[in-house]
């Protein structure tokens, strides 16, 4: 079972930024879309990136859109997410999650594997 520890979280001033890694141990990512998804205080799980594991396919929830980033280092193992212009609104915990079918999605359902999550607050 794959197993994905994000990193990176933290608290930031607005408009400030924070780059989140993605990575796993035991298993190589290349075979894997990678999505990213966040959850704010009282409020359900959203879908924020995805990059499906050949990067043909890219995806970005309109609240991010111009702002974020997502990449892959596979010579690393990695998957990225660069948060620029942060805000109190992109305060939650975020998620990476796998698929092995490599293509990924916009919903929960479209990931078998999920890391622990990592903070990340933006501070008013």
């Known amino acids: 079972q794959l197993q994905l520890v994000e990193s990176g979280g933290g608290l930031v001033q607005p408009g400030g930024s924070l780059r989140l890694s993605c990575s796993a141990s035991?298993?190589?990512?290349?075979?894997?879309?990678i999505g990213w998804f966040r959850q704010a205080p009282g409020k359900e799980r959203e879908g924020v990136s995805c990059?499906?594991?050949?990067?043909?396919?890219?995806y970005y929830a309109d609240s991010v859109k111009g702002r974020f980033t997502i990449s892959r280092d596979n010579a690393k193992n990695t998957v990225y997410l660069q948060m620029n212009s942060l805000n109190v609104e992109d305060t939650g915990v975020y998620y990476c999650?796998?698929?092995?079918?490599?293509?990924?999605?916009?919903?929960?359902?479209?990931?078998?594997?999920w890391g622990q999550g990592t903070q990340v607050t933006g501070s008013s």
């Open positions: 035991g298993f190589t990512l290349d075979r894997y879309a």
């Open positions: 990059i499906s594991s050949s990067e043909d396919w890219i």
């Open positions: 999650a796998g698929d092995i079918h490599g293509l990924g999605g916009q919903d929960e359902a479209d990931f078998g594997s």
